[in-house]
């Protein structure tokens, strides 16, 4: 997951939106990638839908579906639809989400998120069940953790991270740390390691840094991490 800072509540996930910002409602659209046909990054997505056991349930803050860089499309438009699933919301209520609850109680489920008990996906008997379900939590760190906190429920399931030495290629946004990472980046490391395949990283990061190229190319500037930027300011 990334982080735009919290001084300014940018999105944790980002990715889809058109360079420079104008209202898309006024321009063809591509219906998978959801980006202006002027500039559709299918090309740069996998081919085909990948075919994975693990199924996505994404808890989605309200505030994220309507800002204009997300990355969760890219999963959206690279996942079997029944393998991405999208809640947005922030507290989630039993009666109101009964299957999702569903999800929750089950022991095959694992939370992605860095808590204290999290442990490495790494390390885990994956063995045990022949799939898994893949919670993430979707928003800006803070959101996140606002998502976390109003759910205790999520307290039950088992948190995992993925420990890892990868530098984000979601370079047009600040990063709170040099180790952080975008939601799909997140999931496409987590996904490689459930379904054993060292594809689906490069599969599901093409089109990110597809994106990123094209900002960068209309102007944005690629952005080092919070943490890069206090270690410039010390050494002031």
Not at 100 to 126: E, H
Not at 154 to 168: A, D, P, R, Y
Request: charged letters at 25%; aromatic letters at 6%.
């Amino acid at each position: 997951m990334a982080d735009e800072g919290e001084e300014n509540e940018e999105s944790l996930v980002q990715a889809f939106a058109a360079f420079p910002i104008e209202d898309t409602e006024k321009r063809p659209t591509c219906k998978r990638c959801k980006r202006p046909t002027s500039v559709c990054l299918c090309s740069y997505l996998p081919q085909h839908l990948l075919n994975i056991q693990t199924t996505v349930h994404i808890l989605q803050h309200p505030k994220e579906e309507s800002r204009l860089l997300t990355t969760v499309p890219i999963l959206e438009a690279s996942l079997q639809p029944e393998k991405c699933i999208i809640y947005r919301e922030n507290r989630f209520h039993e009666p109101d989400y009964p299957e999702l609850y569903n999800v929750f109680s089950q022991p095959n489920s694992l939370l992605l998120y860095p808590g204290p008990q999290a442990a490495d996906l790494k390390t885990l008997d994956l063995k045990r069940y022949p799939e898994y379900n893949l919670i993430v939590l979707d928003g800006t760190w803070r959101q996140a953790r606002n998502i976390f906190h109003c759910n205790p429920i999520l307290n039950n399931i088992k948190q995992v991270v993925v420990e890892h030495h990868n530098v984000s290629e979601y370079v047009i946004r600040t990063q709170p740390t040099n180790q952080s990472l975008c939601t799909v980046e997140a999931v496409a490391l987590a996904l490689e390691i459930l379904e054993d395949d060292i594809h689906i990283y490069k599969r599901l990061i093409n089109p990110l840094k597809a994106l990123c190229q094209f900002q960068l190319d209309h102007g944005a500037l690629v952005h080092c991490s919070k943490e890069e930027k206090e270690k410039e300011l010390l050494k002031e």
